[in-house]
């Protein structure tokens, strides 16, 4: 009867935790911006630091947000055209249409 109890709360105790898990998942759920990750496809993900940003994710971050203009700081995708197919995939995919 004891394992039973034991039982029955760690299963009580499981399914009110999972339930607060699954709420505060859709009150904190943070939209994330899918350029981030499609330009960051686009990079040759050396993740050599190169272009001065923390690897290949991180210039594409400073790229979505604006923090950087310049397109061809990326050396190891220079020969591969990667600044021109980033700048033909911001110009069809604007900030505005998130």
């Not at 290949?56 to 203009?69: F, S």
């Not at 310049?70 to 190891?76: E, I, M, Q, V, Y």
Request: aromatic content about 10%.
């Amino acid at each position: 009867m004891e394992i039973l109890w034991a039982v029955l709360v760690l299963a009580g105790l499981g399914a009110i935790f999972g339930f607060g898990l699954a709420f505060a998942a859709k009150i904190f759920y943070v939209k994330e911006d899918t350029r981030v990750t499609d330009i960051t496809a686009i990079l040759p993900n050396a993740n050599c630091g190169a272009c001065g940003f923390p690897g290949c994710q991180g210039y594409a971050n400073a790229i979505v947000k604006g923090d950087t203009k310049n397109l061809d700081l990326c050396k190891p995708g220079a020969k591969a055209g990667v600044a021109t197919k980033i700048k033909e995939y911001l110009a069809e995919h604007p900030a505005d249409s998130k």
